[in-house]
């Protein structure tokens, strides 16, 4: 026999595995120190979220960004992004691991929406306030900056994951009824 569809009793350890992996996205992003932007010829000027530093080999000269109030907003957004995606995290093994709250489930797709919100907010000043500080040459956005992104992707499909679940209440309790797409004779 063949079964065609989602294994909705694994939606309820894959859902909090995905926001635990948006978490781990936003550390690394926000940890990073290898800077989000880099100067795409001479690899002499690179900015985190936190600092600017200019330089060659082991001369660098860096300089913080938390002087500046756009760089403090974007740090803070993040932050903020972080704290409640780790309280969705929380909320959604407490809702889907350790007993079935379908009733919560709505409430974590709003956090998460209000994640998204705030991180796409954080990571667009970034580079519009990065290129207006800067002018010279050209820059490219690495890899910390995509796990951002990353994670605000996560965010998206969680929201929309955790808005959805509650009308599979009984495929995810397993008490529906197994339809089948095709059955032999």
Avoid at 17 to 32: G, K, N, R, S, T
Avoid at 77 to 105: D, P, T
Wanted: glycine share 6%; hydrophobic share 55%; with cysteine.
């Amino acid at each position: 026999m063949f079964r065609c569809g989602i294994a909705y009793p694994r939606c309820r350890w894959i859902v909090p595995l995905l926001l635990l992996f948006a978490i781990i996205f936003d550390i690394i992003a926000i940890a990073a120190t290898s800077g989000w932007v880099e100067d795409e010829d001479a690899k002499t000027h690179y900015a985190s979220m936190w600092e600017q530093c200019r330089g060659r080999n082991d001369n660098w000269d860096c300089k913080t960004l938390m002087d500046l109030s756009w760089a403090q907003a974007v740090a803070a957004l993040m932050i903020i992004g972080l704290l409640i995606l780790i309280i969705a995290f929380i909320v959604a093994c407490v809702a889907l691991c350790c007993s079935l709250n379908i009733s919560l489930l709505p409430f974590i797709g709003v956090l998460c929406i209000i994640v998204v919100i705030l991180q796409i907010i954080a990571l667009i000043i970034y580079p519009c306030k990065f290129n207006e500080l800067i002018f010279e040459g050209n820059y490219f956005y690495t890899w910390a900056y995509g796990f951002g992104w990353g994670a605000t992707i996560l965010s998206i499909g969680c929201a929309i994951l955790f808005c959805c679940l509650p009308r599979y209440e009984d495929e995810l309790t397993g008490m529906a009824k197994v339809k089948y797409l095709y059955t032999s004779a």
